[in-house]
């Protein structure tokens, strides 16, 4: 298990929110992700009557949404609080598993992606901004990578342990990994509730009432900004890619004649894999400098071609070159990210 980072004792009323809002981030962070449907989703979606080709154009759909949604949320978490943001993303999760239950047509599930994409979108960045802003306020921002390293360990251990469930709930229920799922978003977005919203001098008030123009004046800073345009254009291709490429994991594993009972311990290594790069993330930053990203998409590229070549159940660890990529996603750009503000 991740071993915790030490002494986030503060004296004062201001420390002792930041702790609370550590200890919370901890808590919100086991849950915030922790849905049981990666061994069994396409398997699901396949007895709901969808075609693959459907199943990926749903995949299409998640990703412009993802594109469309990421200026507006982010000037909403500016504007609103990183708080709301993360409630709402939570929310909204919970509901979009509840689509996919009752959905039994095309359009159903599109509404469903719709629904999650703009959950994500809360979400992404928002939890990890509410954190920096918190040691920010009290001139601590340089525990910030450890405190999201320890926290995004957590969360991937927890995802480990759900892609074993997943195989044998859904045996016993198809739904079940959903009704699970929902729980767990519902757990996270009542920790949430916890949080307390840092003050950071500056960042409040400068827009007054005027959303659009706060969403107007994100977009012009991005544009003006070339690292952070870089980082976010990466952002949302390594997602589209990610994603595309999770679809094909059980095809490809079926394809192989692997047992549908072998595809949650399968699953469960891919995140511990993910887990142990994300924790040695600063040791492969070190190795790679200013190449990092590069190294990312290339570990992506060279597990695409593998899979491709290799028609046997081997090839299956070629995926573990796509999860050292995820495991390395977050850290690496929320690092980047933060270094520009």
Same mark, same amino acid.
């Given at each position: 298990m991740p071993q915790q980072p030490k002494n986030f004792s503060d004296k004062g009323g201001i420390g002792m929110s930041i702790t609370r809002n550590i200890k919370t981030y901890y808590i919100y962070s086991i849950f915030s992700d922790l849905l049981i449907l990666g061994p069994i989703l396409v398997l699901f979606l396949t007895a709901k009557g969808l075609s693959f080709t459907e199943i990926m154009l749903l995949?299409?759909?998640?990703?412009?949404?993802v594109v469309i949604f990421e200026v507006p949320t982010g000037a909403f978490a500016d504007k609103f609080g990183r708080k709301i943001s993360i409630l709402i993303g939570a929310i909204l999760w919970a509901v979009s598993l509840s689509i996919y239950i009752i959905?039994?047509?095309? =359009?159903?599930?599109? +509404?469903?992606?719709?629904?999650?994409?703009?959950?994500?979108? +809360?979400k992404s960045g928002a939890d990890t901004a509410l954190i920096y802003d918190s040691l920010k306020s009290i001139g601590r921002e340089k525990e910030f990578q450890s405190i999201e390293g320890y926290a995004r360990s957590l969360s991937l251990?927890?995802?480990a342990i759900g892609s074993?469930?997943?195989g044998f709930v859904y045996k016993v229920n198809i739904f079940l990994p959903f009704y699970i799922s929902i729980g767990f978003m519902l757990i996270a977005a009542i920790t949430t509730l916890n949080f307390i919203e840092p003050s950071i001098e500056g960042k409040e008030g400068k827009y007054g009432n005027n959303y659009f123009k706060q969403i107007k004046e994100s977009g012009i800073y991005i544009a003006r900004h070339e690292k952070i345009k870089a980082i976010m254009?990466?952002?949302?291709?390594?997602?589209?890619?990610?994603?595309?490429?999770?679809?094909?994991f059980q095809p490809y594993m079926e394809s192989v004649e692997i047992p549908v009972e072998y595809f949650g311990?399968?699953?469960?290594?891919?995140?511990?894999?993910?887990?142990i790069t994300s924790k040695r993330c600063h040791l492969i930053m070190e190795?790679?400098?200013?190449?990092?990203?590069?190294?990312?998409?290339?570990?992506?590229?060279?597990?695409?071609? +593998?899979?491709?070549?290799?028609?046997?159940?081997?090839?299956?660890?070629?995926?573990?070159?796509?999860q050292m990529?995820?495991?390395?996603?977050? =850290?690496?750009?929320?690092k980047y990210t933060s270094l520009q503000d």
């Open positions: 995949q299409s759909v998640a990703a412009i949404s959905g039994n047509e095309f =359009p159903v599930f599109v +509404l469903a992606e719709i629904t999650f994409s703009l959950g994500a979108t +809360l251990y927890a995802q074993i469930i997943a254009m990466f952002s949302m291709i390594f997602f589209i890619f990610y994603r595309a490429g999770f679809w094909f311990i399968i699953f469960f290594i891919f995140n511990i894999v993910a887990v190795k790679t400098k200013s190449r990092t990203l590069s190294f990312m998409a290339f570990l992506i590229i060279v597990s695409f071609v +593998l899979l491709g070549i290799i028609r046997i159940w081997i090839g299956v660890l070629a995926i573990l070159l796509q990529a995820r495991g390395l996603y977050r =850290p690496v750009t929320t």
